[in-house]
């Protein structure tokens, strides 16, 4: 029988009746002292990864060997929610099991203490205090926890730009009809010119006393890499705290929170990590952690920040456990590896496609990372006053129903745009695929069959 309680420092109740709930103490501890607990069944390993010569070549070899993903689909979405690692479902799957054979002594004497441990390793990939970090079940939750929760009041100003995430603009418009607040949207025009234009305009609207600034680092219907150093120094020196909507940022971004010495930030892991669906984090500020809190209040709550968010019920605690499994790949793989491989595959598809359709940009290619918008063929769009979801829906419906191509239409500014993701499953002869089916309808709507 393994018994993760029975580690140093673990076996201490703290809250609840827990056996093991001395979180804040454990979360705390230096790593010298530190003894993480043993684990129920063994992971799989990759150290042959570790090596470029033996791990298996990005693309279509890595994506049968390492997703679930359907061969005939040309599957460049991963932005939207992901697409797990095999290992991560399978390991998920096996933590499921395992706490099934006795409930009680999983629930009582080592779940925490397995979250301890993964919140303590995830804390030193992005680069932060684990006493900063919580762990959240997706961003929009994070989201919640910070403005729900921040003393807003009437009169107050939150600020974001016009490429906030949509539900987060609907959760600032909730909360400041609530709060009696007022909110401050900025326009960022089309196509964007270079990164001074973004800073430029924070610099010229951003007015000194504002509640709270939101921005996406990278915004989701344009994914361009916002210059979130300089926007959080405009920001800072006002004395305006920021949020970041990170949910783009995990693995594909070498995130360093305190470097980028945000106040508050949140990202998924299920997106760019390729974790089990379910799991993110939140990052808070240690000077700053009274000013938020859970959305489900239980045990832990008043016991310290990681204490408030790590147990909110009995739930499915699986995915964030199986968030080893990922990090061991990540690491054996080679992050920088992965990022490389990631970023030049979008810069060729992104230049394969504006010279295919002769069209253009969103943004200059250094902007993006792991995504891209391309314009469209203008036949799509001539003609028409307005351009809006439903023609992008046309689009995209068409080719997935007709081409099983899997890849998000964008209508921005009188323009539809094809946001392109690229990950170590995809190679550039998904991205010909999407070229000549785009040809395709482009021709139809030519002969006004489309």
């Known amino acids: 029988m393994t018994d993760a309680s029975k580690g140093a420092g673990h076996g201490k109740r703290d809250f609840g009746s827990f056996y093991s709930s001395n979180v804040e103490e454990l979360i705390n501890m230096p790593e010298d002292e530190y003894v993480p607990p043993e684990f129920p069944f063994t992971f799989p390993s990759y150290d042959e990864y570790k090596s470029s010569k033996t791990a298996p070549p990005f693309g279509r070899k890595m994506r049968r060997k390492h997703y679930f993903l359907e061969e005939d689909c040309t599957f460049l979405n991963h932005g939207a929610f992901g697409a797990s690692l095999k290992e991560a479902v399978l390991v998920a799957q096996q933590w499921q099991a395992y706490i099934e054979k006795q409930p009680l002594r999983f629930f009582d004497r080592e779940v925490l203490i397995h979250l301890i441990y993964i919140t303590r390793r995830m804390a030193k990939f992005v680069g932060c205090h684990p006493g900063e970090l919580a762990l959240v079940p997706n961003v929009t939750s994070a989201m919640n926890a910070v403005i729900k929760n921040l003393d807003i009041k009437q009169g107050d100003n939150i600020y974001y730009l016009n490429v906030t995430y949509g539900s987060v603009k609907t959760l600032i418009k909730h909360t400041a009809k609530e709060k009696g607040a ?43 890499i ?20 990170g949910a783009h940022g995990l693995g594909i971004l070498p995130l ?33 952690q009274s000013t938020v809190g859970p959305l489900i209040i239980s045990h832990g709550f008043g016991h310290g920040f990681n204490s408030d968010f790590m147990w909110s019920g009995l739930r499915d605690y699986s995915p964030f456990l199986s968030l080893h499994t990922v990090l061991d790949f990540w690491q054996s793989v ?25 069209t253009g940009l969103i943004a200059p290619k250094d902007m993006f990372g792991s995504m891209a918008a391309v314009r469209l063929p203008s036949i799509f769009v001539d003609g028409k006053q307005t ?3 439903s023609d992008a829906e046309v689009i995209q419906n068409n080719l997935y129903q007709r081409f099983n191509i899997e890849v998000p239409i964008k209508a921005v500014q009188g323009q539809l745009y094809v946001r392109i993701s690229c990950h170590i499953h995809n190679e550039l002869k998904d991205y010909e695929n999407l070229a000549e089916a785009i040809l395709v309808l482009a021709a139809e709507r030519v002969q006004g069959v489309l």
């Open 387 to 389: 351009v809006s979801y």
């Open 182 to 224: 007022t909110i401050q949207e900025e326009t960022i025009e089309f196509p964007i010119q270079s990164k001074q234009q973004i800073i430029n305009l924070v610099k010229n609207t951003l007015r000194k006393g504002t509640k709270l600034a939101v921005f996406d680092h990278i915004p989701s219907n344009t994914p361009f």
């Open 334 to 358: 080679g992050v920088q590896r992965i990022r490389d491989y990631v970023y030049k595959l979008r810069e060729q598809a992104a230049e394969y496609l504006v010279r295919r359709w002769n």
């Open 226 to 245: 916002q210059p979130l150093q300089e926007l959080i120094h405009i920001c800072h020196e006002r004395g305006v705290p920021v949020l970041v909507d």
């Open 256 to 288: 360093n929170l305190h470097e980028l010495d945000v106040d508050y930030y949140t990202t998924n892991c299920h997106k760019w990590f390729s974790s089990f669906k379910g799991c993110a984090l939140l990052y808070v500020k240690k000077s700053l």
